[in-house]
């Protein structure tokens, strides 16, 4: 109930604009439920759930998030952005997939190198969708995989690495998945093409693990330069 005095012809009056705010109520309720179990979902999770607003600010990061990156609640409260948290040779490629996410697109699961607070350097997943209210975007919502944990919680996670053994490179069944999403999605993707000469004389001469070497050696070089 709204009430306002006002006067007329001299005399006093209360005008009083009563509301129905059940259905208000009932979504409050229902979104206070929503959030509890979203918090009991985020600390029951192996992983890193997190949320970020429009602006890279995180808002949000489970405990787990904590341990792994070595921040404290209060170090989040204060103010901790995502390019705080992002190697350099990562943060460009992952502020342009955060915005394709705020846009919208389902960008997959993807990897980067993190940086905890002491400075040390992790590989992980993420997987992230943008949450909208009305139409209107607030930021973004995902977990994070910590890579560098053993292959058994890596499938717990769900997360399957499609990258060759030997060189680490993204492998054929990854190019094939990621071809179908574009095809679906839209976007653009890169491949490089490129032969090792003399690949075969060197394994005939000098064996196969001094190959092997040289592929992976080649294998490092084409990832430091992408």
Known sequence: ITMKPFSSSGRSFMAAVVRD????????????????????????????????????????????????FGYTRGDFEKGLYVKHILSSQCRFRALKNIQRVMDGEDIGCVEYVMLKKDGSRFLCAVRAWRIANNGSVSGIRGVLVDLSCSAQDE???????CKDSLTGLYNRETFEKEAKRLEKYGGAIGVVFCDIDGLKKINNAYGYKVGDDILKAVASMLSESI
């Open 21 to 68: 705010i059940t259905g208000l109520k009932t979504a409050e309720k229902a979104l206070r439920a929503g959030e509890e179990k979203f918090l009991e979902i985020a600390e029951l999770f192996p992983g890193v759930v997190f949320e970020l607003d429009t602006q890279g600010r995180i808002t949000f990061c489970s405990s787990r998030g904590q341990q792994v």
């Open 155 to 161: 499938w717990e996670f769900g997360i399957v690495r």
